[in-house]
T-cell receptor, first 115, second 111 residues
Framework: GAGVSQSPRYKVAKRGQDVALRCDPISGHVSLFWYQQALGQGPEFLTYFQNEAQLDKSGLPSDRFFAERPEGSVSTLKIQRTQQEDSAVYLC?????????????FGPGTRLTVT | DAKTTQPPSMDCAEGRAANLPCNHSTISGNEYVYWYRQIHSQGPQYIIHGLKNNETNEMASLIITEDRKSSTLILPHATLRDTAVYYCIVRYDTGRRALTFGSGTRLQVQP
């Protein structure tokens, strides 16, 4: 399909483990976003890339969270030394970022459970 | 970005119009009103957006009051598949690119 894909869809990690979450955006989309969604709440912004440049990382909750998009396409969100409060759904979105065409297309998310 | 206020939940009968309100009294002149929805276990889905004029697409209509302090999303003939959480978001078309989601309105379409 031509939508945003994320992998894995589900991840269980023991507290203290490192995890890596992958996002494949829609081909040709310039902008890529990561959001975190806790149970019963709306998504919250984590970070934003325009091509390979990380232009906004103001939403990353701590220095344990790191994101990259080295070739301006696939992105990885890494969480080091996971803690229980990191349990959430992590959503990736991409956007063509053209005038009048800046709506964001979301993937299905990765549900992370830290035990 | 301006803050929005939405009712936490609404019910609608299948086949009837669903009218979802949103208050954004602190909206500024250059901020757009966006609507997204999130069906259970899926990522949010873009529905529609507008600045001043009313807008319509294949999914919904957006009615923005003249003072722009509130808006209504209209699903003209709700189906069971429209059951979702609907988020009203206001955002500049330039500058910060992130969407600021609130708690949204949980719409339950009843058979």
């Amino acid at each position: 399909g031509a939508g945003v894909s994320q992998s894995p869809r589900y991840k269980v990690a023991k507290r203290g483990q490192d995890v890596a979450l992958r996002c494949d955006p829609i081909s040709g989309h310039v902008s890529l976003f990561w959001y975190q969604q806790a149970l019963g709440q709306g998504p919250e912004f984590l970070t934003y890339f325009q091509n390979e440049a990380q232009l906004d990382k103001s939403g990353l909750p701590s220095d344990r969270f790191f994101a990259e998009r080295p070739e301006g396409s696939v992105s990885t969100l890494k969480i080091q030394r996971t803690q229980q409060e990191d349990s959430a759904v992590y959503l990736c979105a991409s956007s063509p970022d053209k005038p009048g065409l800046d709506e964001q297309y979301f993937g299905p998310g990765t549900r992370l459970t830290v035990t | 970005d301006a803050k929005t206020t939405q009712p936490p939940s609404m019910d609608c009968a299948e086949g009837r119009a669903a009218n979802l309100p949103c208050n954004h009294s602190t909206i500024s002149g250059n901020e757009y009103v966006y609507w997204y929805r999130q069906i259970h276990s899926q990522g949010p889905q873009y529905i529609i957006h507008g600045l001043k004029n009313n807008e319509t697409n294949e999914m919904a209509s957006l009615i923005i009051t003249e003072d722009r302090k509130s808006s209504t999303l209209i699903l003209p003939h709700a189906t069971l598949r429209d059951t979702a959480v609907y988020y009203c978001i206001v955002r500049y078309d330039t500058g910060r690119r992130a969407l600021t989601f609130g708690s949204g309105t949980r719409l339950q379409v009843q058979p």
